[in-house]
């Protein structure tokens, strides 16, 4: 199941993708008259039984004629897929060549750092570059948004507690980033955490640890990995972050970047990203994530 958020006037609601177009879960449950989660925060945390009823409403759904709640896709406007996570974590030289590209060793456990919610961006928004900044270089990340609280668990069973999966873009101020040894402050800009469009039900992944990424601006591609390059697997990251702070439904989790951003190149060729660019990640099952700098 691929669920989404896109705003309603004032208002953010809860959608399904589907080949018909996208499910108004508000409206249908109204018009259905079939009790299923409202809210993206609902759904996940309602878990299995949370998604079988929002399985039968699509199904439901779908059986109708020419419903006023199935939207084009095309003309709404996204939100972020979380509206309100407790943490945004993120794991730094995550990807091995791109731990190589930028000359730094190799990490031995996962180096985490932090966004905040007013990072948050959806799909489709215009993310503005910082007046402090004009370092800004992108980073195509697999987000993970955790599904069940996590406390103390296992590799083994890591995965278990896995809501779904979504696109991100690390945006990252360098010069922010370098000024001090907390990296916070070049990550936490306003719109820096840009997820979407979609989260897609674990169910629907088959390997998180084996999907191509790319990263491309206006067009042209930059990065071009895949994650079984990542140094620390998703069920490491998850297991290692629960023995350190309890996880809870809702929570997004970053998995580093690969080999490609600006700084990876030498310094007289780097070109960071400016007013007008359009960034676009692809991840593998999941789909594309574009925002467009101003």
Known sequence: MKLLQFKHFDEIRLGLKTEAGIIDVKAASEALQLSVPFTMESAIAGGDSARAQLETLCE???????????????????????????KIICVGLNYRKHAEETKAEIPTSPILFNKFANALSAHGDHVELPLTSNEVDYEAELAIIIGKTAKN????DALSYVYGYSCA???SARNLQRRTSQ???????????????????????????????SCSVNGIQKQNSSTSDMIFSCSAIISYVSKHMTLVPGDIILTGTPEGVVLGYPRDQRVYLQSGDTVE???????????QMT
Not at 153 to 156: A, L, P, S, V, Y
Not at 281 to 291: D, P, Y
């Open 281 to 291: 990640v692809a991840i593998e099952q999941l789909g594309k994530l574009t925002v």
């Open 169 to 171: 873009n690390d945006l």
């Open 183 to 213: 990296w916070m402050l070049g990550k936490s800009c306003d719109g820096f955490a840009p997820i979407g469009p979609y989260i897609v039900t674990a169910d629907e992944v088959d390997n998180p640890d084996n999907l191509a990424i």
């Open 60 to 86: 439901t759904a779908l059986t109708e004629n020419g419903p006023s709640y199935i939207l084009n896709e095309a003309i709404l406007a996204f939100a972020p897929v979380v509206s309100r996570p407790q």
């Open 153 to 156: 668990i296992e590799e083994t």
